[in-house]
């Protein structure tokens, strides 16, 4: 087994097929998303200029998957799967399943790469890494063949276990499948050898093992229940409103936060008490919200000790019964009407329940599994695996 060099990661590689998958997909097609919205962001806070949206960082669609050359791609598939790129134990595994590893990685890196490059000029892949000289694409590379030794020790401990693939798991299989062909370019297709019938067999092969280790961690003993009372819900005081905002704030041409004179401010406020008025005649937040020159709205939560909102927004909010609605308040952005939802909101503590019990997971199954790992010898092929350059294999990174 090769040897790790990037020691602050070795503990953060999970096997989870939806992790790695979920960030190439998501990045794709642009499906994950989180924070505030534009809205709020270009009333109260700037982004940073020059920031990369997902939708900016997405290649335009291509012609797709159908649109490949089938000569070419079952060429490819052809080689690929007459290619051993590493021996686990008994198995030797073909680079048409590692090719779709370094695909999904592949994805993500230049993902972020067209932000790095955009932010600094410089090329992601060939970005040192660490004080040993390696690159990004070095880590990407290590990570991959790491990942794909330990699918195939789980495969195998599936398959001893007489393990199998339910038709459920076969139809969200087949799904799953469908949107990877969905997010692949012609020349990605080509490139990679991707079939249907390809795709479904590595996909496939993933799921096992992933039922494996799904099997395996619930043997370890680690429960989510058993991490949630190592999370302090104390810590996590969380009220979740609704609000109404009126700008008093502005960028100017350098992007800088500039206020509003007093006459608009005071016709900010004004206008406010107004809506404040109709709340109280039963008009609902939703309803104010209706029109072009209507106030923004949106839903916000924020820890009682901690950020997501201004300290005016949160004296008012914390004031308040779940259903009652503050007069206007003025904050440094600008001026609210403040409904609050729910003032023993969970949303973060469950989230950091979730980040503890993955943590937990994660570390219990790098114990049993580097025992695990000591009974299969590994032999990597080095003469295809030296071959592979990250960045410009299967994923296209103009």
Known sequence: MPVCFWKENKRRRRFLRKVLCGLFLGALLGTAACGKSGEEQK??????????TPTEALPEAAEGFDAANQELVQKKAKEY?????????????????????????????????????????????????????????????????????Q???LYDCALKNDMTLTEDDIAENNAYVERIKEALTAEETERGGFTTDGLREVCAWMMLAEKYYNQMTERLGVTKESVRETVKKEDYKEYETEYLYLATTYYDENYELRQEETAVKEACMQQMEEYYKEVLEGKTFEELAEGEDAPVRNIRTFLADGAGAEEAYKKAAESLEPGEVSKPVQTEYGVYLIKMLDDECTKTYEAAVDAAYEVERSNAFAAAYNVLLAEYAVQINEAVWDKVLFGATVSLSE
């Open 43 to 52: 009333e109260e806070k700037p982004t940073q200029e020059g920031t990369l």
């Open 81 to 149: 799967a007459e290619t051993v790129v590493v021996s686990v134990g008994e198995e030797d595994i073909a680079m048409d399943k590692a090719v779709f590893l370094i695909y999904s990685m592949e994805v993500r890196g230049n993902y972020y790469a067209l932000y790095y490059e955009s932010q600094y000029g410089t090329n992601y892949w060939d970005m040192v890494y660490d004080d040993e000289g390696h690159t990004t694409r070095d880590v990407f590379k290590q990570e991959t063949m790491d990942m794909l030794v």
């Open 151 to 153: 699918y195939a020790v």
